[in-house]
C-alpha cells in the first residue's frame, strides 16, 4: 500500500516537473505554470525593477496649501501709496490656507506629462499693517466744501484710526477654487519625481467679512463684519508649481484684481507658499 502511494506521489511530482518551467537569472527564480509565471526575488526587488509607484487619478487625502498674501499695485509694487497706502500689509497675519478634498490628474504620456484638475475652498486672510477703519462704501459729496452729503457709491476705502489701538484689523475672503494645470516629471515613481506644473485657477467668492479687534478709551471691542467690500465676485489666477515628491512650492498672481473694476484698490493678489498632499 505504501508502495503504491509513493508511486502515485512520484508520478505527480514528475508530471507537474514536466509542465513546469523554471529559470533562473541574477537574484531572480521565474517559474512557469502553463499559463502562470511566478517570480521570486532573492532580494525582495531587482535594482532595475520597472515597478513603481503609479499615481491614482486622485489623490487619496487630497492637498493642502499653506502661503503667505501680498498684495503689488498696478506698477507690479507691493509698495503701497496714495489712495491705496490704507492697504498695506501685515505680512504675518496675512496667510492663506487651502484644502482640495478633490485633487486629480490624468496622463497625457504616462506619468512624464499630465493634466491636473481639481476643487477646493481657499481662505485668504489681509491683515492690515495700520490702525485704518475699512468701510465698504465711499461718501460722494454736492459741493467743493465736502459738508454737503449727495450719496454714497459701493466703492471700499480705508480711513485713518489712529484713535484706536488694533490689535487685529483684518479682511478675510472664502473662495470655491477650480485649478487646470499642466504638469511635467521626471520619474514614473511619484516619491521619486521633481515635478513642475503650470496653469490657471479659476475661482468664485463665497463670502467675505471684516474681523477687528481693538481698544478705546480703555475698554476692548470686537467686531466681525460681514460684507462683500465690493470684492470680485469671479477670479483668475496664473499658477506655478514646482517640487520633489509628495512637496511642492507654488505661487499663484492674479489675473484679476482683488476688487471690482471702479469699486475699491487697483491691487492684485499674489500668494506664496508649500503645497503638501495628503495622506
Known amino acids: 500500500m505504501i508502495k503504491k502511494i509513493f508511486s502515485i506521489a512520484m508520478a505527480c511530482t514528475m508530471g507537474i516537473g514536466m509542465m513546469a518551467q523554471v529559470e533562473e537569472k541574477k537574484d ?9 509565471k511566478v517570480m521570486v526575488y532573492e532580494d525582495g526587488e531587482p535594482e532595475d525593477s520597472t515597478v513603481v509607484k503609479k499615481r491614482s487619478i486622485f489623490n487619496s487625502g487630497g492637498r493642502f496649501d499653506v502661503g503667505m498674501n501680498l498684495l503689488i499695485d498696478a506698477n507690479n509694487s507691493t509698495d503701497m501709496t496714495g489712495e491705496n497706502q490704507w492697504m498695506d500689509l501685515d505680512y504675518a ?3 492663506s490656507w487651502s484644502y482640495y ?10 506619468e512624464y506629462v499630465q493634466v491636473g484638475f481639481g476643487a477646493g475652498l481657499q481662505w485668504n486672510n489681509y491683515g492690515l499693517a495700520n490702525n485704518v477703519q475699512v468701510f465698504p462704501q465711499m461718501p460722494v459729496y454736492s459741493d467743493t466744501s465736502m459738508m454737503v452729503l449727495d450719496t454714497y457709491v459701493d466703492s471700499t476705502f480705508g480711513v485713518s484710526g489712529d484713535q484706536y489701538d488694533f490689535t487685529k484689523n483684518r479682511l478675510r475672503t ?6 487646470l494645470m499642466l504638469e511635467f516629471n521626471t520619474n514614473r515613481n511619484e516619491d521619486r ?26 475698554v476692548n471691542h470686537k467686531n466681525k463684519i460681514k460684507n462683500d467690500f465690493n470684492f470680485r465676485d469671479f477670479t483668475l489666477d496664473a499658477s506655478v508649481r514646482v517640487g520633489y515628491g509628495d512637496f511642492t512650492v507654488f505661487a499663484m498672481y492674479g489675473l484679476t484684481s482683488l ?21
Open 28 to 36: 531572480t527564480t521565474e517559474i512557469k505554470l502553463g499559463d502562470l
Open 93 to 95: 497675519k496675512s496667510l
Open 101 to 110: 478634498p478633490f485633487d486629480a490628474t490624468v496622463n497625457i504620456v504616462k
Open 174 to 179: 472664502t473662495y470655491l477654487k477650480v485649478p
Open 193 to 218: 519625481s521633481f515635478h513642475v506644473a503650470a496653469g490657471v485657477i479659476g475661482g468664485w467668492r463665497l463670502g467675505s467679512n471684516l474681523k477687528q479687534k481693538y481698544s478705546e478709551d480703555g
Open 259 to 279: 476688487f471690482a473694476d471702479n469699486r475699491g484698490p487697483e491691487v492684485y493678489p499674489v500668494t506664496v507658499g508649500l503645497s503638501v498632499i495628503a495622506w
